[in-house]
């Protein structure tokens, strides 16, 4: 059976399958919430943490190829997810070292499930950047992976950005100008989508 709405205007809270039971969207008044039986990858939400702030990671005490938190922690977040779902993480990031001839090693941690490492990582981490010149600031660092967490905190997700480089007692910088300043210091981005399982 099908139907034919001849109107300019539509006006309901709730959208349900053609047997009733399911529903597929509905409005709490104020915003529309996905219900059940959205597609299978479908994106159906996505938060952007962007950020100029300088951050660090490492010192003078740190060990060779130890991750580190960055300070201030760069970290996203994402919340009102349904179980199930997966979580597409792109990070584009403007990464440096306080010395030259470094790797900085990239690694991704989920917050909400005990800190566990995501993705498959190489020897020198997830991701990273190599340069003769790391030291001077600004190398500009794209990555995603799709990852599906073994559980929600209430819904929500969160995935954080450490760091490493490749020497004893050195620091890995994101959005650092080159030595040290601020006059060329660029920003960088975490964006994070739910995609319907």
Same mark, same amino acid.
């Given at each position: 059976?099908?139907?034919?709405?001849?109107?300019?205007?539509?006006?309901?809270?709730?959208?349900?399958?053609?047997?009733?039971?399911?529903?597929?969207?509905?409005? =709490?008044?104020?915003?529309?919430?996905?219900?059940?039986?959205?597609?299978?990858?479908?994106?159906?939400?996505?938060?952007?943490?962007?950020?100029?702030?300088?951050?660090?990671?490492?010192?003078?005490?740190?060990?060779?190829?130890?991750?580190?938190?960055?300070?201030?922690?760069?970290?996203?977040?994402?919340?009102?997810?349904?179980?199930?779902?997966?979580?597409?993480?792109?990070?584009?990031?403007?990464?440096?070292?306080?010395?030259?001839?470094?790797?900085?090693?990239?690694?991704?941690?989920?917050?909400?499930?005990?800190?566990?490492?995501?993705?498959?990582?190489? =020897?020198?981490?997830?991701?990273?950047?190599?340069?003769?010149?790391?030291?001077?600031?600004?190398?500009?660092?794209?990555?995603?992976?799709?990852?599906?967490?073994?559980?929600?905190?209430?819904?929500?997700?969160?995935?954080?950005?450490?760091?490493?480089?490749?020497?004893?007692?050195?620091?890995?910088?994101?959005?650092?100008?080159?030595?040290?300043?601020?006059?060329?210091?660029?920003?960088?981005?975490?964006?994070?989508?739910?995609?319907?399982?």
């Amino acid at each position: 059976m099908s139907s034919e709405i001849k109107s300019t205007t539509v006006q309901t809270n709730s959208l349900k399958d053609k047997t009733g039971t399911r529903v597929l969207a509905s409005d =709490s008044g104020s915003a529309w919430s996905w219900g059940s039986g959205v597609p299978a990858n479908t994106i159906i939400n996505i938060t952007q943490n962007q950020f100029a702030t300088e951050c660090e990671a490492g010192g003078p005490s740190s060990t060779a190829n130890v991750f580190y938190s960055y300070s201030p922690a760069v970290t996203c977040t994402i919340n009102n997810c349904q179980t199930g779902s997966k979580i597409l993480i792109s990070c584009f990031l403007h990464l440096s070292c306080d010395e030259n001839n470094r790797a900085v090693k990239i690694r991704l941690i989920d917050k909400t499930n005990s800190d566990a490492v995501i993705g498959t990582e190489g =020897s020198g981490g997830l991701f990273g950047a190599y340069q003769q010149n790391i030291n001077y600031g600004g190398v500009p660092v794209s990555y995603e992976i799709l990852y599906t967490p073994p559980s929600f905190n209430s819904g929500s997700f969160q995935v954080e950005v450490q760091g490493a480089v490749d020497d004893a007692g050195e620091k890995s910088f994101i959005n650092q100008s080159d030595a040290g300043g601020s006059s060329r210091e660029f920003s960088s981005n975490i964006i994070l989508k739910e995609i319907a399982g």
